[in-house]
């Protein structure tokens, strides 16, 4: 079946112009998260979306950033008058929350990324 | 001069050698651990995880150890292969509590036939 995907696969963009990341989860999958890698780096956590529920935002670093998830599936990511700092991958992931696992987050399954260059 | 948050820590390995990657985990109420393995271009993929309940656990030619005394994690890969080269990813999470798992910075394993 299919994996996640995200689109673009690379988005080069002029400092101060908004872009839009796209990611198709795993149909079914209830959770999706939104994370940015840069160069060398880790994973940092940007947002969390659990079916109905209120995102978890708290990985935002600031208010240019937002995200949407539209009837539980599908998510944008939208970085408002981007910056050379945004410039990174931006990795999309869905997972099932396993009721075995009483909680806690099971596998994630992550897209391909997408990689931003901010010039 | 170099900046070295920019580099990753680097195992380097001969093809058939078994390879060992650490990971040091901060939070002590973590109970469940995941590895994962990051190839160039591509996004983090599900290796095999365990929860605080077992001390090793095995799969298809990895092992994973966890030393919850000094909060210390280890992915063991035997018979390393070139296409084990990657960077790896362990993450850890609280049963029953946030559902947003932390990643550890990585490690790249360059294995050489």
């Known amino acids: 079946g299919a994996g996640v995907s995200q689109s673009p696969s690379n988005k080069v963009t002029e400092k101060g112009k908004d872009v839009e990341l796209r990611c198709d989860p795993i149909s079914g999958h209830t959770a999706l998260y939104w994370y940015r890698q840069s160069l060398g780096q880790g994973l940092e956590f940007l947002i969390y979306f659990q079916g109905n529920s209120a995102p978890d935002k708290s990985g935002l670093p600031s208010d240019r950033f937002s995200a949407e998830r539209t009837g539980g599936s599908v998510s944008t990511l939208t970085i408002q008058r981007t910056q050379q700092e945004d410039s990174a991958v931006y990795l999309c992931?869905?997972?099932?929350?396993?009721?075995?696992?009483?909680?806690?987050?099971?596998?994630?399954?992550f897209g391909p990324g997408t990689r931003l260059t901010v010039l | 001069g170099e900046n070295v948050g920019l580099h990753l820590p680097t195992l380097s390995v001969q093809e058939g050698d078994n390879s060992i990657i650490n990971c040091a985990y901060s939070n002590s109420a973590s109970d469940y651990f995941i590895w994962y393995k990051q190839e160039s271009g591509k996004g983090p993929q599900f290796i095999i995880d365990?929860?605080?309940?077992?001390d090793k656990r095995q799969g298809q030619r990895v092992t994973v150890l966890l030393n919850k005394t000094v909060k210390h994690l280890s992915l063991q890969i035997a018979a390393t292969q070139p296409g084990d080269s990657a960077v790896y990813f362990c993450?850890?999470?609280?049963?029953?509590?946030?559902?947003?798992?932390?990643f550890g910075r990585g490690t790249s394993l360059i294995v050489h036939p």
């Open positions: 992931a869905s997972s099932l929350a396993r009721g075995g696992l009483a909680g806690a987050v099971g596998e994630q399954f």
């Open positions: 993450a850890e999470n609280t049963i029953g509590g946030s559902y947003i798992p932390t």
């Open positions: 365990i929860r605080s309940n077992m």
